[in-house]
């Protein structure tokens, strides 16, 4: 009989494996099985490379870059606010915040590498931005050990911490980690073949793929033009919440619309914004139906965008421009002020819908442009 | 058909190993078979897994997850099989390694070559 692994050992190195390739590494290791020295020797020199692998699979750099931005950006934010610009120039302040945002990015990537592909739900990106954050406190608790000058202050890691994870929460629910990238594989084993037919059909795949990267390259920028929105509303919130302090009534007022109008579109935007490549394993027929599921999806959400993104964000838009007239409503001048920024607001969620209404229209045009181009193709 | 990406000499010997090893193509049994081909050098199987990801990113491989065995501890393998730009991208680099062999064998001589042969042919035992 084949001698076979330690379970014990056998489920730490299970651990240390990303589950996307958990189950063929395991596989491969314990059909190599000789001795337990050589079975760890093996899973010691395989790891790192495994997982380097995962990192560089699964790491978009764009949203990797996104989410050090916003980051750090939140932490230099609170340090402003709380104790000024002494605090960057005269200690280290850029160097020392720099360390709770390498922390929580290592992290960040990290959770996109041992991701389950199969494992989805909502709050995923929360939680794996709530674990970004928790690593960059993490750090802050082993520096003020070993070199407590570096340590970042409390309450800025508070306040930059919740803002991070905030703005780490929209970045992930708008750009979800492609955690299912090609590592799902064919339902079952096909030889590939030559000849001209073959020939004929991988060239109409390949466009189609192309097509398909192409449009979601699209809508990524599209939704980084969203997300402008997203963090307008995010930053009256923030003010929103200081408001609170100043008046009770009005100030919790704005902020709780701010707020609830910030989280909502988020989450529209992560339901309805997400677009996919076609995976490489798919064939044809999958590959047009995937990519006419996507180009149907986007055309649905950009023609309903005035009740998942205009329009909240107007009502937020307006609940802030007329925060000091409803505070102080003896004075009427304060009307005359606020209205430019309230027509503004309503002439940019008009534009916002006009544009949306024209692209949606666009994307039925390529829709119906798939008809003919299947019967060519699928006949 | 969009030209393939370039390959690396590592590369050009797991896609060999696929070539070769047909349906039978998963992490331990290409490693053995990159193993064979990269002769005296140690190969670790790390480096075919990171080889077989970039491969599969690249559109050269596609792969598949086959049923469960029980000498494996009842885990699925991850199979192997070369796509049609793979197998355009092997093709060029076995003309390529052609071209230097017979610069090669040109400048040093046929008999030379004719050494070469012999040794190849104890080695592989053909």
């Known amino acids: 009989m084949k001698p076979s692994p330690p379970k014990v050992l056998e489920f730490v190195v299970g651990l240390l494996i990303p589950p996307a390739c958990r189950q063929e590494v395991l596989g491969d290791l314990c059909e190599r099985y000789l001795s337990r020295r050589q079975y760890m020797l093996d899973a010691m020199g395989t790891l790192p490379l495994v997982v380097g692998s995962r990192v560089r699979r699964t790491t978009d750099l764009q949203v990797f870059l996104m989410q050090g931005f916003a980051v750090y950006i939140s932490f230099l934010g609170a340090a402003c606010q709380l104790l000024g610009a002494p605090f960057l120039h005269e200690h280290s302040g850029f160097l020392r915040l720099a360390i709770p945002t390498a922390a929580a990015l290592l992290a960040l990537m990290l959770a996109d590498a041992y991701a389950n592909p199969e494992k989805r739900w909502p709050l995923k990106p929360i939680v794996e931005a709530a674990f970004g954050v928790a690593s960059a406190f993490l750090s802050q608790g082993v520096l003020s050990v070993v070199r407590g000058e570096l340590a970042v202050p409390a309450g800025i890691m508070i306040s930059g911490g919740g803002m991070s994870m905030l703005l780490v929460s929209a970045l992930r629910l708008i750009f979800p980690a492609a955690a299912n990238r090609p590592q799902e594989g064919l339902p079952n084993a096909r030889l590939s073949t030559r000849g001209p037919i073959v020939e004929e059909v991988k060239m109409s795949l390949i466009e189609i793929r192309e097509k398909s990267q192409k449009f979601e390259k699209t809508v990524r920028w599209s939704n980084l033009k969203l997300l402008v929105g997203i963090l307008v509303v995010s930053s009256m919130a923030f003010f929103g919440m200081r408001a609170m302090m100043a008046d009770p009534v009005i100030g919790r007022f704005v902020g709780g619309v701010a707020i609830t109008a910030a989280s909502y579109v988020i989450y529209q935007l992560y339901r309805r914004g997400s677009a996919r490549a076609v995976p490489r394993d798919a064939n044809l027929e999958t590959s047009i139906e995937l990519y006419r599921a996507q180009l149907e999806r986007r055309r649905n959400a950009l023609r309903g965008i005035w009740t998942w993104y205009a329009g909240p964000i107007l009502v937020a838009l307006m609940a802030f421009g007329m925060q000091a007239p409803l505070a102080n409503p003896d004075q009427l001048d304060l009307w005359l002020k606020v209205a430019p920024f309230v027509v503004l607001s309503i002439v940019w969620s008009g534009l916002m819908a006009y544009q949306s209404r024209r692209a949606a229209s666009n994307l039925q045009r390529e829709i119906d442009s798939l008809g003919p181009w299947e019967k060519q193709h699928l006949s | ?126």
């Open chain 2, 1 to 126: 058909m969009p030209k393939p990406d370039s390959i690396g000499h590592f590369e050009q010997l797991v896609l060999t190993a696929i070539l070769a090893l047909r349906e039978d193509a998963y992490g331990v049994t290409i490693h053995g078979k990159v193993g064979e081909l990269a002769r005296p050098k140690e190969i670790s199987l790390g480096a075919i897994y990171v080889t077989l990801d970039r491969l599969e990113d690249k559109g050269l491989v596609a792969s598949w997850l086959s049923d469960p065995t029980p000498e494996r501890g009842g885990r699925a393998k991850r199979c192997y099989r070369l796509e049609a730009v793979g197998e355009r991208a092997l093709q060029e680099s076995a003309v390529t390694a052609k071209r230097i062999w017979d610069t090669i064998a040109e400048v040093w001589g046929k008999e030379w070559a004719k050494q070469w042969g012999k040794r190849w042919s104890k080695e592989t035992g053909s």
